[in-house]
């Protein structure tokens, strides 16, 4: 009973972790890119869900290449470094105490009583999680400066003023048809910015329309833009 309520214990802690730092990716994210532009965090609010699939959907690619490069790392270390030294040291005494005399230089002969064994897990313990609030630091600090990237794009678009129709958007402002150059949606408004006069617009999700993006720009369209 016990073991079954540490498991489930631990899949909780596990799936809130998780859930956590989706979400926190997909904030410091879309707030790198909305800081960046200058646009207004309220009007734009998401809801729960869209914010943990873009979280989703940005830590994708660096997560898995994290886990490729452990797996290359951990396959190379146990099928390839570790059974070189064992055989190196196991038919060989002269390496074999050159190895233990660096061990215990190392480590030392002394062996630690239960009180010490007990503190220094504890130490251990500390540098792990250490190790991983730096670790989140530098991700939050990586997600965010993709928001701002993306954000630089787009000043760089409407600078150059040639800008593709299917990353505009038609919008009736105050009885008037204009087309805007689209930056991002909310749960409930969006935000287009004007090419000539750079003069950002909030308007409904439901009052605006575009055109298609060509089939081969669909795919980089969708990674480009933030998550609505």
Do not use: W
Not at 143 to 149: N, V
Request: hydrophobic residues 40%; proline residues 3%.
């Amino acid at each position: 009973m016990d073991n079954r309520q540490n498991s489930l214990l631990d899949s909780g802690l596990g799936l809130a972790a998780i859930t956590s730092f989706l979400y926190c990716a997909s904030a410091a994210y879309t707030g790198g890119f909305l800081r960046q532009l200058g646009l207004d965090s309220d009007v734009l609010d998401r809801n729960f869900q869209q914010i943990l699939y873009h979280g989703f959907v940005i830590s994708f690619g660096p997560v898995l290449t994290g886990l490729a490069i452990y797996t290359v790392c951990r396959f190379a270390y146990s099928h390839a470094i570790l059974p070189e030294v064992n055989d190196a040291l196991r038919h060989n005494l002269k390496r074999k105490r050159r190895f233990l005399k660096l061990k215990f230089k190392l480590l030392g002969k002394r062996k630690d009583s239960d009180t010490e064994k007990r503190e220094k897990r504890h130490s251990i313990k500390s540098a792990f999680l250490l190790t991983i609030f730096f670790a989140l630091i530098l991700s939050l600090a990586h997600f965010e400066s993709k928001g701002k990237a993306l954000a630089s794009s787009v000043y760089a678009k409407l600078d150059s003023k040639s800008i593709p129709d299917h990353e505009m958007v038609t919008v009736s402002i105050n009885g008037q048809s204009q087309k805007l150059l689209y930056l991002m949606c909310g749960a409930r408004n969006c935000a287009g910015a004007a090419p000539d006069t750079k003069l950002v617009h909030y308007f409904p999700q439901n009052g605006h329309s575009s055109v298609l993006s060509p089939a081969e720009l669909l795919e980089q369209t969708h990674q480009e833009k933030p998550a609505r």
